[in-house]
């Protein structure tokens, strides 16, 4: 079963592993916020991870590194996850900037996920008030951009429109606030 530990029977495996899975549920919750801030579905995330953690716990050799194996199956999950919001229009910044915050926490033990967040709120608070209200009504509240565009007396394109800048003007911030942090 465990190269590394001959000796270990199945059941102790499960039990190490066990620990390991319970050990590590902060940090690989944290992973998968860390790779999609302000996303409401990070527990479904976790849970999914765990269970695919689970189904391959046999392949998981006592000694090795927990962490990264956890991550990597996280970040499998957090990237498909991605693909489905961003079908639907829903991702704040681009998939280049979520593998720089992977890459990042993966290589770097040191790193701060509050650091991402606080970039990300620095960010937020230099837009123009009405554009980050528009982002708040996007992606935090449980209101459609034509309902907003209605409430606005405004075409639901022009908001798309809008959005589009406030994300690209985002991706920019962000890019830069993390390069600064990490200079």
């Given at each position: 079963m465990d190269d590394h530990f001959p000796d270990v029977t199945e059941d102790e495996h499960d039990q190490e592993f066990v620990a390991l899975l319970t050990a590590h549920q902060g940090p690989v919750l944290a992973y998968i916020r860390s790779l999609m801030p302000g996303f409401s579905g990070a527990s479904d995330l976790l849970q999914q991870t765990n269970i695919t953690l689970w189904k391959k716990k046999d392949h998981f050799e006592l000694g090795t590194n927990f962490k990264a194996w956890a991550f990597a199956i996280a970040r499998n999950?957090?990237?498909?996850?991605?693909?489905?919001?961003?079908?639907?229009?829903?991702?704040?910044?681009?998939?280049?900037?979520?593998?720089?915050?992977?890459?990042?926490?993966?290589?770097?033990?040191?790193?701060?996920?509050?650091?991402?967040?606080?970039?990300?709120?620095?960010?937020?608070?230099?837009?123009?008030?009405?554009?980050?209200?528009?982002v708040q009504k996007r992606y935090c509240e449980s209101v459609t951009l034509d309902e907003y565009a209605r409430e606005l007396n405004r075409s639901s394109g022009t908001l798309k429109a809008r959005l589009f800048k406030i994300r690209a003007s985002l991706r920019r911030c962000l890019d830069n606030q993390l390069e600064h942090l990490h200079a």
């Open positions: 999950h957090v990237m498909d996850q991605r693909k489905k919001l961003k079908r639907n229009g829903w991702l704040v910044f681009s998939d280049e900037l979520a593998e720089i915050f992977a890459q990042e926490i993966e290589e770097d033990e040191a790193f701060d996920q509050d650091e991402a967040f606080r970039a990300l709120e620095v960010c937020l608070s230099k837009l123009r008030d009405h554009d980050r209200e528009l």
